[in-house]
C-alpha cells in the first residue's frame, strides 16, 4: 500500500511539470514515515511545572543527542512533547492522543501519581510503551511500564540513619498530603525505629497549602531534633521562607526527600535553604565525567538561564536512553520484544550513575546521593552505590506473575 501511494505521488508531481523536484519531495515523504515516534507528557505549565521543564529539555537533548548520532536502527527519532498544564483530564486525552493517533513507539511523561495511574491504564489498552521517571511511592507492578525514579527504601536506606545519626533521634515530619507523602511517612518511621529514633509527630497538606504559620507554633511546642519535609510544588515552597522568618532555621535543622526535585534551593534565598540536607538519584554538582558533559551539553543547547538540572530530568535522560537500548537490542521498536530486550539486564551509564533494569519489578536499581544545600546548589556528603527497589520487589514479581497490572500498597512494618 505505501509504495501505490508514493508511486501515485510521484506522477501526480510529475504532471504538473515539477519532476525535478519530486524525488526530493518522495525522500522527505518517505523519511517522514520512518520516523520512530516518542511522546513526552509533562506539565510545561500550571501549578507544578517547576519539575517538569527541566525534564521536557532533557528528553529534548537526548533525542537530538541519539539523531545526532545515526538514530535508532537507521531511523531518526521524532518527538511529540505535551503540554498536560497540570491538568489530570488532559493527561488521559494527550496518552489517548499519542497511543492512537501518533502510534508512537514509547510514552515518556508523567509526574505526581495521580497523573501517572491516568495514562498507565490507557497506554496498556492501547499497546504503548511507558517510562516513568519520577520519584514515587513505589508498589506499580505492570510489564507495560519502566520506572526509573528512585523509590521510598532507595531514599531513605540512606537517608534517614544519616539524619538520625548527625541531627538527633526525635523526628518530625511535614509531608504533602498524598500517596507519596503519606507512604514516605510510613518509611520514615521504619527506618527511624531501626536506627534508633523516632517520629514524634507527621502533618500533611494539601498541594495548594501555603500557609504554615500554625504548623510550625506546632513544631516549636514539640521540640523536635530534626524536621524532615515531603513537601511538593510552588505553594509549597511558602513553608522553607515562613520556617526561616521565625528563625526556627537556626534552631532545628531539616532533611527532606523533595527538596531541589524542582530546584527550589535556587527559587529561595541562601538564607533560607542553606544547610537542608536531602537525598536525590542525582545532583548537577556531581564532579563524575559523565555528569560535567551532561550539564556542559544541557547549558549549551538550553541557554544558561534555563532551569537547572534535577533528579527527575536526569532519570528522564536515563529513561529515554534505557529505551533506545532495548530498541536497539531487539532490532525493533515492536513493544513486546523492547520488553523482553529490557528485561534482559540492561544498564545506562549517565550523568547519575549506572541505572540497570530489575527484571523482576520493571524499576531501577540506580545510585543514591546526599546532599547539603550551600548557596543555591548542592554539597554531595555521601554517594550509595546501587540500591536496588527492595520496596516494590517485596510486592511484586514480573517474571513469575507477567500478567499482573496494579499498584500495589508496600506493607511497610
Known amino acids: 500500500m505505501k509504495s501505490r501511494i508514493h508511486r501515485r505521488t510521484f506522477l501526480k508531481v510529475a504532471a504538473a511539470g515539477t519532476t525535478l523536484a519530486a524525488p526530493a519531495f518522495v525522500r522527505n515523504l518517505y523519511a517522514a514515515e520512518n520516523e520512530i515516534k516518542v511522546a513526552g507528557i509533562h506539565d510545561a ?5 517547576i519539575y517538569c521543564r527541566p525534564m521536557i529539555n532533557s528528553l529534548t537533548l537526548a533525542v ?21 498544564q497540570s491538568n489530570i483530564q488532559l493527561y488521559t486525552q494527550y496518552a489517548t492522543e499519542a497511543a492512537v493517533k501518533e502510534k508512537v513507539a514509547v510514552v515518556q511523561g508523567g509526574l505526581t501519581s495521580a497523573s501517572r495511574e491516568a495514562i498507565r491504564p490507557v497506554l496498556r489498552r492501547y499497546n504503548t510503551l511507558y517510562f516513568y521517571n519520577t520519584q514515587y511511592e513505589g508498589g506499580v507492578c505492570d510489564q507495560n511500564i519502566f520506572c526509573t525514579g528512585a523509590t521510598p527504601a532507595q531514599k531513605l536506606a540512606t537517608l534517614v540513619p544519616h539524619v538520625v545519626n548527625k541531627m538527633g ?10 500517596i507519596y507523602g503519606q507512604l514516605t511517612a510510613k518509611w520514615v518511621k521504619k527506618y527511624a525505629a531501626e536506627s534508633g529514633g523516632n517520629v514524634i509527630a507527621a502533618d500533611f497538606f494539601p498541594l495548594d497549602v501555603t500557609e504554615f504559620g500554625p504548623t510550625i ?12 519535609a515531603v513537601l511538593i510544588g ?19 535543622p531539616m532533611a527532606s526527600t523533595t527538596f531541589g526535585g524542582g530546584n527550589e534551593h535556587q527559587v529561595l534565598t541562601p538564607e533560607e535553604g542553606n544547610g537542608i540536607v536531602t537525598s536525590a538519584s542525582y545532583f548537577p554538582e556531581i ?11 544541557y547549558q549549551q543547547r538550553f541557554g544558561e538561564n534555563a532551569p537547572a538540572q534535577t533528579e527527575l530530568s536526569a532519570m528522564t535522560y536515563h529513561g529515554l536512553y534505557l529505551w533506545a537500548e532495548g530498541v536497539k537490542r531487539a532490532g525493533s521498536t515492536d513493544r ?11 544498564s545506562f551509564d549517565g550523568p547519575a550513575g549506572k541505572s540497570t533494569i530489575d527484571a523482576q519489578t520493571h524499576h531501577n536499581t540506580l545510585d543514591v546521593y546526599l546532599g547539603e544545600a550551600r548557596d543555591r546548589a548542592f554539597h554531595v556528603v555521601q554517594s550509595f552505590s546501587q540500591q536496588p527497589p527492595s520496596d516494590t520487589a517485596a510486592v511484586c514479581n514480573l517474571k513469575a506473575n507477567p500478567n499482573d497490572n496494579q499498584q500495589y500498597v508496600v506493607n511497610v512494618k
Open 45 to 49: 505549565s500550571g501549578g507544578i511545572d
Open 64 to 84: 537530538e543527542e541519539i539523531n545526532a548520532a545515526g538514530g535508532l536502527l537507521g531511523r531518526s527519532i521524532k518527538l511529540i512533547n505535551y503540554d498536560t
Open 169 to 178: 533521634k526525635k523526628i518530625y515530619i511535614v509531608a504533602a498530603d498524598y
Open 217 to 228: 507554633t506546632k513544631i516549636q511546642a514539640a521540640k523536635p531534633d530534626v524536621v524532615l
Open 234 to 252: 510552588g505553594a509549597h515552597m511558602s513553608f522553607y521562607r515562613q520556617w526561616a522568618a521565625s528563625g526556627m532555621k537556626t534552631q532545628i
Open 287 to 297: 564532579q563524575s565525567p559523565k555528569s560535567l558533559e551532561y550539564v556542559k551539553r
Open 336 to 346: 513486546l520484544q523492547v520488553i523482553k530486550a529490557l528485561e534482559g539486564g540492561i
